[in-house]
């Protein structure tokens, strides 16, 4: 007697279908869930924690924005392997801002966001028109290259790059302000990307000639999810900015770079919510293996090619197919 | 022989790909409402002329017009929001969708919020009555099913549909008869019929000549990328240039 | 000081070459992403260190043995990582890069950092050319390159494996229906892409140390000159390199040393906006990849 796997949908995932679901509140409950446990934990939880604990969540939320700013662009088609761009000029725009011009990070956020946004996509406008290769190629050698361009020119403070900048009011300010563009971010793109507009955007990157022949100029799409993805990972570097006081060569570190892409693929790229999550697992468990130094990255590595081979649906996908499915082993007849 | 401008106007178009010329000196005129049939051997540049039309290939020399205006070298999206769609002779929808999502994205397009009058509508509603126009039959809900999942049958008409749902004036079909059994060919030919009724210009390229010649207004065949024949189907068939380029010559 | 600049240029051009050949063999001509690339480079730098200076096997004999073992590693990567992602080319870039950056992170974590870390040169001395002295190793590594580069002009169109390489990244299909085994062709694209890492490892190393840094420098100039000259053109490739590798010793020279590193981004800068697919590519833009 042969026996194969079979998954169907959740009783509850059947009922909780369109309006149906506010019959009863069981359903609701199934369905809010998964949106609560991010903002509870977030703007619940983590003002309880220590200052030490509240910094890493702090850290944490910034790999996470920029987490969430690749799996933007990778929606499109577009592997981003220097997100270490969007946020060392989103940091040394803020950081000028804030040295040369004196305003203050309530000015400084938006302006280097958009800002920053705008260079960005200006920037990397001509490799649009090119396969997906080459942007991962630009990218990759942009910010190594900004860095070292600094630090020849010396402009922009050079090596010690810019200092004494103005900081948050205090802890629990700046860990609200992560905290809710963190969640704006998360539920704004879920929410773009589950739209006709996000089926646009991924037709874009499966199969970019049949977006074309329906009269769409995938170019301007392309440009579109660019400007929103690097504006995040702008936004990410000046928080950061004012967050250790500083800019400078470090905001283009292959840190920056890396992390996010490891956190997306760990957490399942295309999700949002995936990049979120291997970003909470990723930045803490490297704080705890601070101790480690270089291995640290070695880990992130690692982590990249098990699981883009292994386990590359990632994490978040693996969960929600638990979540809303059960499987079971069925006799085949 | 015409007294109005025709819809699509095509004069010495010409490309080149490095040493090889795919389509040369490319000339003819299609009237609005009628059904242009093109067919030619293999590699006799009936895939290029349609991506020239549609902008998916520059041109190397010569014109294109559509309803008097010039188009030539404009890209896929502006000649489709003018008023051209195409059919691909690989069809590739988004397998992981279902069917009906799959035309979501020319739902999307600039074209049918301008012709919808600044609206787009519910884009599912309009998918799934399209689909049935086509054939997708709505209790069976064969519109729901992931594309991955239907026969060839179904594709082509979902490839059709999505050219459909862009409400073009003139829509370009490339080989969709192609891989089809001959009562899936025998319930498509009505749709196109109707598209003819509705007033639509319509260019087929084929290789299925029968089915072809049941319903085309006028047939032109092309051979190394020339122009060797063009007029009634009949007629075209007997010309002695046609007979050698599918047949070839007596042997010496 | 014109002299000088031209045969030190040469010479530039040449170390840029030999960084771009290999990457450009297996990720432009076989369409195998191979990110590891820097890392290859490293490893055999190191290896050979560690041949010399560990297990006292004569010079030339490590370098061949490097050599080999960067090329095996080239298979073990295709075979352990590539061959399991195979067509999805985004993935193929970022696991080979994670690849790359563990490993060479792995040896800052043993400790392979400090001034200690060199190979020695081949051959001692130096030579006049008019007024300029020119190290032996120096004029080496330009003949090498010139070499290295006629032969792989010569194999990659008039060799059948070569051949095969260009095929299997143009139609994969095609190819198999040709016969072509496209999995060892592509393991081989990557085995003989790491062999010249290795080698243009073992023959610029000796001019200064082996630092991870230097990893990460080879992956950044190699995909510079990819970018500039076009993915997949030998000639590309070398006109590429001459063009970036000539403008940075006149702005060293001329100019101030530190205006260099503004060279390789503004010929970038200057690709990207008349040519992006690079001055020699193929490439066509994609509307035209039907």
């Known amino acids: ?333 | 022989m015409t007294d109005r401008v025709p819809l699509l106007r095509v004069k010495d178009l010409t490309k080149t790909f490095g040493g090889v010329t795919a389509v040369s000196n490319m000339a003819f005129d299609l009237q609005e409402g009628k059904l242009l049939g093109v067919i030619g051997p293999n590699g006799s540049g009936k895939t290029t002329l349609v991506n020239l039309i549609t902008g998916f290939v520059k041109p190397t020399a010569g014109r294109i017009e559509f309803k008097g205006k010039e188009i030539t070298g404009w890209p896929p999206y502006k000649v489709v929001s003018e008023g051209i769609s195409r059919t691909f002779q690989m069809v590739r929808p988004f397998y992981q969708l279902p069917a009906y999502k799959n035309l979501i994205v020319p739902l999307y397009s600039p074209r049918v919020k301008k012709l919808a009058g600044g609206k787009y509508g519910n884009r599912d509603a309009v998918a799934l009555d399209l689909l049935e126009e086509v054939g997708f039959e709505r209790d069976a809900y064969v519109s729901y099913k992931k594309a991955g999942a239907l026969p060839q049958g179904y594709l082509k008409r979902l490839e059709l549909a999505k050219s459909m749902a862009l409400r073009p004036d003139l829509i370009i079909l490339d080989e969709l008869f192609s891989g089809l059994s001959l009562a899936e060919v025998s319930s498509i030919v009505p749709i196109i019929e109707k598209l003819k009724t509705q007033g639509k210009t319509i260019i087929m390229i084929e290789h299925r000549l029968k089915e072809l010649f049941r319903i085309a207004d006028r047939v032109m065949v092309l051979n190394y990328g020339r122009k060797i024949a063009e007029g009634q189907a009949t007629q075209v068939m007997e010309s002695p240039a046609v007979k050698e380029a599918y047949l070839g010559s007596e042997a010496e | 000081m014109l002299l000088g600049t031209l045969i030190y240029g040469f010479v530039n051009s040449a170390i840029l070459a030999l960084l771009a050949m290999g990457f450009n063999l297996t990720f432009g001509i076989s369409g195998v992403a191979n990110f590891a690339y820097g890392a290859v480079y490293i490893f055999s730098g190191f290896s050979v260190w560690i041949f010399l200076n560990t297990f006292g096997i004569p010079y030339l004999l490590a370098v061949l043995i490097a050599i080999v073992l960067s090329g095996l590693l080239g298979l073990a990567i295709y075979y352990g990582v590539i061959l399991r992602i195979k067509g999805m080319p985004l993935s193929e870039v970022m696991a080979t890069f994670g690849l790359g950056l563990a490993i060479m992170e792995l040896f800052r974590y043993f400790d392979f950092v400090g001034f200690r870390y060199t190979l020695p040169v081949f051959f001692d001395g130096s030579f006049n050319i008019g007024d300029v002295y020119i190290d032996y190793q120096r004029m080496m590594i330009g003949l090498i390159a010139v070499a290295l580069t006629i032969c792989l002009y010569l194999f990659t169109n008039h060799t059948r494996t070569g051949l095969a390489f260009r095929a299997i990244a143009q139609d994969e299909r095609t190819a198999l229906t040709f016969g072509i085994d496209a999995d060892l062709v592509g393991a081989l694209s990557m085995a003989l892409g790491c062999a010249l890492a290795a080698i243009a490892a073992v023959v610029i190393l000796p001019l200064g140390t082996i630092a991870v840094e230097g990893g990460y420098e080879v992956l950044i100039n190699a995909l510079a000159v990819c970018i500039v000259g076009g993915l997949g053109s030998t000639v590309g490739i070398l006109v590429a390199s001459v063009l970036i590798g000539f403008s940075q010793t006149f702005t060293a020279n001329y100019l101030e040393p530190h205006w260099m590193m503004l060279v390789s981004l503004i010929a970038i800068a200057i690709v990207l906006v008349v040519k992006p697919s690079g001055l020699f590519s193929h490439q066509k833009e994609l509307e035209e990849r039907i």
């Open chain 1, 1 to 333: 007697m042969d026996r194969r796997k079979e998954r169907i949908d959740r009783g509850v995932k059947a009922r909780s279908v369109d309006i149906f679901a506010l019959t009863s509140y069981r359903e609701m409950i199934y369905l809010l869930i998964p949106g609560a446990v991010p903002v509870v934990g977030l703007l619940c939880f983590t003002p309880l924690l220590s200052d030490y604990w509240r910094e890493v969540i702090i850290s944490t939320a910034i790999y996470a924005l920029l987490a969430m700013s690749w799996d933007m662009l990778m929606s499109a088609g577009l592997l981003s392997l220097g997100q270490s761009l969007f946020f060392g000029i989103g940091s040394y725009l803020a950081g000028s801002l804030n040295y040369y011009a004196g305003l203050p990070p309530i000015l400084t956020l938006p302006i280097a966001t958009l800002l920053g946004g705008v260079i960005c996509t200006v920037f990397l406008l001509p490799v649009l028109r090119l396969r997906g290769v080459y942007f991962a190629m630009v990218t990759l050698v942009l910010p190594l290259m900004l860095s070292r361009l600094v630090e020849a020119t010396r402009i922009l403070g050079g090596t010690e790059g810019l200092t004494g900048l103005t900081s948050f009011p205090n802890q629990l300010t700046a860990l609200f302000i992560i905290e809710l563009a963190l969640l704006g971010v998360l539920f704004g793109f879920r929410r773009i990307m589950g739209s006709d507009y996000g089926l646009v955007i991924k037709g874009i990157s499966d199969n970019d000639r049949s977006v074309m022949s329906a009269g769409l100029n995938i170019y301007w799409y392309k440009t579109q999810v660019l400007f929103l993805g690097s504006s995040v990972g702008c936004f990410a570097g000046a928080f950061g900015t004012h967050m250790d006081m500083f800019a400078g060569m470090p905001g283009f570190a292959l840190d920056y770079s890396i992390m996010p892409v490891a956190a997306a693929v760990v957490g399942g790229t295309g999700t949002f919510a995936g990049p979120l999550i291997g970003a909470f697992i990723l930045v803490p468990l490297s704080e705890m293996l601070r101790a480690l130094g270089a291995l640290r990255i070695v880990f992130y590595g690692l982590f990249l090619v098990i699981f883009v081979v292994g386990l590359p649906e990632g994490i978040f996908a693996y969960i929600q197919r638990k979540y809303q499915q059960i499987e079971r082993w069925v006799d085949v007849s």
